[in-house]
T-cell receptor, first 114, second 115 residues
Framework: AQSVTQLGSHVSVSEGALVLLRCNYS??????LFWYVQYPNQGLQLLLK??????LVKGINGFEAEFKKSETSFHLTKPSAHMSDAAEYFC????????????FGQGTTLQVKP | GAVVSQHPSRVICKSGTSVKIECRSL??????MFWYRQFPKQSLMLMAT?????????EQGVEKDKFLINHASLTLSTLTVTSAHPEDSSFYIC???????????FGPGTRLTVL
């Protein structure tokens, strides 16, 4: 079965600093991968997704993620953090290419300090 | 992305009562809808997948008689928590997709508190 591991349940950065949120998946077959953001008491918003096209995926709000098959990783980055980026971030993997079932990581809380 | 609404956004009910949560896809016809629950400070756990006009497929460990799902149209799915208990208190989130393997768009969630 697929699984997703997000390293670091809480990440704190200063405004303007690099944001790096880590995600590793377990799969022998390249899956579909997603990053979602959740603001307090709201649902999830899709940031970006990887579906086997370009390995570097650009998303909304200046975020991007790179699919590295050799490392089974899909880390999320943003060059310069903004206060509005403070939220919960979830990495997710599709259970298979023929199913929409998503397996979510545990989530990483991003804190942005002024 | 798609616009998804959920109603109510918050609900408090007494133990033993039933609660219905609606999920609406406002700008496209969603063949597939998913229901998740999220406990505080935890990730989302898929409860069930529903396809319009078909019976929902429940994940292992989810009681189908307790969490009734109806997907009667391409824009509406409902989740009814029957005979609710305090341990059912959670954040329930739906998502919609054009088809079973398409990108999911999530609703804002419904916070259920059972007293």
């Amino acid at each position: 079965a697929q699984s997703v591991t997000q390293l670091g349940s809480h990440v704190s950065v200063s405004e303007g600093a690099l944001v790096l949120l880590r995600c590793n998946y377990s799969s022998s077959v390249p899956p579909y991968l997603f990053w979602y953001v959740q603001y307090p008491n709201q649902g999830l918003q899709l940031l970006l997704k990887y579906t086997s096209a370009a390995t570097l995926v650009k998303g909304i709000n200046g975020f991007e993620a790179e699919f590295k098959k050799s490392e089974t990783s899909f880390h999320l980055t943003k060059p310069s953090a903004h206060m509005s980026d403070a939220a919960e971030y979830f990495c997710a993997v599709s259970e298979g290419r023929n199913t929409g079932k998503l397996i979510f990581g545990q989530g990483t809380t991003l804190q942005v300090k002024p | 992305g798609a616009v998804v609404s959920q109603h109510p956004s918050r609900v408090i009910c007494k133990s033993g009562t039933s609660v219905k949560i609606e999920c609406r896809s406002l700008d496209f016809q969603a063949t597939t809808m998913f229901w998740y629950r999220q406990f505080p400070k935890q990730s989302l756990m898929l409860m069930a997948t529903s396809n319009e006009g078909s019976k929902a497929t429940y994940e292992q460990g989810v009681e189908k008689d307790k969490f009734l799902i109806n997907h009667a149209s391409l824009t509406l799915s409902t989740l009814t928590v029957t005979s609710a208990h305090p341990e059912d208190s959670s954040f329930y989130i739906c998502s919609v997709a054009l088809g079973p393997v398409d990108t999911q768009y999530f609703g804002p969630g419904t916070r259920l508190t059972v007293l």
